[in-house]
């Protein structure tokens, strides 16, 4: 099993940014695949994540600027991120077996793996 995120960069307030998580060893039929996020000082956080039934869930912090979605064929998910903000900077993480509801938001405790990461920078 492996997931590999690309598409970081650096990129002013405002701006936009598409990360890719490219998995293989598994289908994305079957298993949900989200992104968590990681400032450097800071804990690791959720930020988003889409279930094997194409439904999405994402954290108050980027509702209404994120959008995360999948290609099966291509076994990828994209986060498309607009309105990029200076605390959204941090490295981000495509992992395994997200979950949770309307409710709760994006939950990660039965995550199993995760890739190296793709570090987004946004600064003017």
């Known amino acids: 099993v492996q997931l590999q995120a690309s598409g970081g960069g650096l990129v002013q307030p405002g701006g936009s940014l598409r990360l890719s998580c490219t998995v293989s060893?598994?289908?994305?039929?079957?298993?949900?695949v989200g992104w968590q996020r990681q400032a450097p000082g800071k804990e690791r956080e959720g930020v988003s994540c889409?279930?094997?039934?194409?439904?999405?869930l994402y954290v108050d912090s980027v509702k209404g600027r994120f959008t995360i979605s999948r290609d099966n064929a291509k076994n990828t998910v994209y986060l498309q991120m607009n309105s990029l903000k200076p605390e959204d900077t941090a490295v981000y993480y495509c992992?395994?077996?997200?979950?949770?509801?309307?409710?709760?938001?994006?939950?990660?405790?039965?995550?199993?793996?995760w890739g190296k990461g793709t570090q987004v920078t946004v600064s003017s």
């Open positions: 889409i279930s094997f039934d194409g439904s999405t």
């Open positions: 992992v395994r077996r997200c979950g949770g509801s309307s409710r709760t938001g994006p939950t990660y405790y039965a995550v199993d793996y």
């Open positions: 060893g598994f289908t994305l039929d079957y298993l949900s």
